[in-house]
C-alpha cells in the first residue's frame, strides 16, 4: 500500500501515535530505572545519554502537536483544569510517600517545586496557558530558543514552578503545535527507513565517542549554565548542540515509527497510568538498595527487562482503573496522556 494513503488513514494515524507513546514512556521508565548506576558503570550511562538527549523534547513535541485541537475555550480550560489536578494529585501522593514511606527527613508538601517526574504536568499546563499568545508571534519557535539560550546564564532560575525546563522545552512544543500532519507524512515518504537508519547509528556513534567527556544533566533543561561542564565550548554552543541533537533524532524516530496495529500498540492509549505510578517502584527499589546488586552483563540487560516488565504491569487494564479511581473520570480524559 502507498506509504501517504496508508499513513492517512484514521485507524493507521491511531496505531502510528499509540505506537510512538508507548516507544516513549517505556524510555521513560528505561531511563529512571537505570539511572542510579550511570555514575558507575559506562555502558549504562551511554544508554542514558542516548535515551535523555530525545526522549522528553519528542514527548513535548507530541503533546505540542494534539494542543491543536482544542477547538473551544471549554475543552481549553478542561484540559488545564484535568493536567492541573493530576499534578495536584500526583504531586501531594509523591510527597507523602517520601514522608512516610521513604522516611525523608525534613520533606516537605510542596506544590510550587515539582517532584521529579512532575515536572512534566507543571511545564504543560504553563506552555498550554502561555500557547495562545506564543502561538500568534512571527518567528515564536526562533524567539523562544533564543530565551532558552539566554536563560542558561541566569543562575535564580531553576526548579521553582519547573521554570528552567519550562523555557528550555518550550521551543519542542511549539514546533508540535506548528507541525501539521502532511509534515511528518512528507518526511516520512522521502526520506528512506534505510538511511533513518544510518543517521540514528552516526548519531549513537557521536554520543558514543563523547560519552565520558559529556555531562548527562545537559539534556536535564533544569541546570544553569555555571552548573554544568561544558567541555570548553562556550556554554551557549552546548544548548544548541542538544537542540541539535534532539530534533535530529526525533526525526529518525518519527520515521523508523510502524503505523500498524501491533502486538503492544493499544499499551500506548494506556500511559497516564505508567507516568503517574512507575516513579514509586523505583524510589522503593533505590530504598532497599536494590541496584547495588547489579554488577555484571546479565544483570544489566535484566534492569533493562524489569523496565519493561513495570511499563506492561502499569499499562494494564487494571491500572488504567485504579487511576480513574484515583483521578474523576472527567478529567481523566482530559489528560489522558494519549491524547495530548
Known amino acids: 500500500m502507498d506509504m501517504e494513503l496508508n499513513i492517512n488513514s484514521a485507524k493507521c494515524r491511531s496505531c502510528y501515535f499509540d505506537n510512538l507513546k508507548i516507544l516513549l514512556i517505556t524510555l521513560v521508565v528505561v531511563g529512571h530505572t537505570i539511572e542510579p548506576l550511570i555514575g558507575s558503570n559506562p555502558n549504562i550511562k551511554l544508554i542514558y545519554n542516548f ?167 545537559w539534556f536535564y533543561g533544569s541546570y544553569s549554565y555555571s552548573q554544568l561542564d561544558s567541555l570548553n565550548y562556550p556554554e551557549y554552543i552546548m544548548r544548541i548542540f542538544t537542540y541539535f541533537i534532539a530534533v535530529t533524532i526525533s526525526t529518525i524516530v518519527l520515521i523508523l515509527i510502524p503505523d500498524k496495529n501491533l502486538l503492544f500498540t493499544k499499551l500506548g492509549s494506556r500511559t497516564i497510568a505508567v507516568y503517574g505510578f512507575h516513579g514509586f517502584i523505583i524510589k522503593i527499589l533505590v530504598k532497599y538498595n536494590f541496584f547495588n546488586y547489579v554488577d555484571s552483563l546479565i544483570s544489566e540487560v535484566s534492569i533493562i527487562i524489569l523496565s519493561l516488565l513495570i511499563v506492561m504491569l502499569l499499562s494494564s487494564q487494571f491500572m488504567n482503573k485504579i487511576t480513574k479511581i484515583i483521578i474523576h473520570p472527567k478529567f481523566f480524559e482530559q489528560i489522558n496522556l494519549s491524547k495530548i
Open 51 to 217: 535515551i535523555y538527549s530525545f526522549h522528553m523534547p519528542l514527548f513535548v513535541f507530541i503533546s505540542g502537536y494534539f494542543s491543536k485541537n482544542i477547538s473551544s475555550d471549554k475543552k481549553f480550560f478542561s484540559k488545564i483544569t484535568g493536567i492541573l489536578m493530576y499534578y495536584i494529585i500526583f504531586q501531594l501522593l509523591y510527597c507523602l510517600f517520601n514522608i512516610y514511606v521513604l522516611k525523608e527527613e525534613n520533606f516537605k508538601i510542596t506544590f510550587v517545586n515539582p517532584y521529579w517526574i512532575t515536572w512534566y504536568l507543571l511545564s504543560l499546563v504553563i506552555w498550554s496557558l502561555i500557547l495562545p499568545y506564543f502561538s500568534k508571534i512571527k518567528y515564536s519557535v526562533i524567539i523562544t530558543l533564543v530565551i532558552s539560550i539566554l536563560s542558561g546564564y541566569d543562575n535564580n532560575i531553576g526548579y521553582y514552578l519547573s521554570l528552567s525546563r519550562t523555557i528550555t522545552f518550550f521551543p519542542y512544543f511549539l514546533m508540535g503545535y506548528f507541525c501539521k500532519e502532511y509534515h511528518i507524512d512528507t518526511v516520512r515518504k522521502y526520506i528512506r527507513k534505510k538511511y533513518a537508519v544510518l543517521g540514528l547509528l552516526i548519531v549513537f556513534l557521536l554520543i558514543y565517542l563523547l560519552n565520558d567527556k559529556i555531562d548527562y544533566r
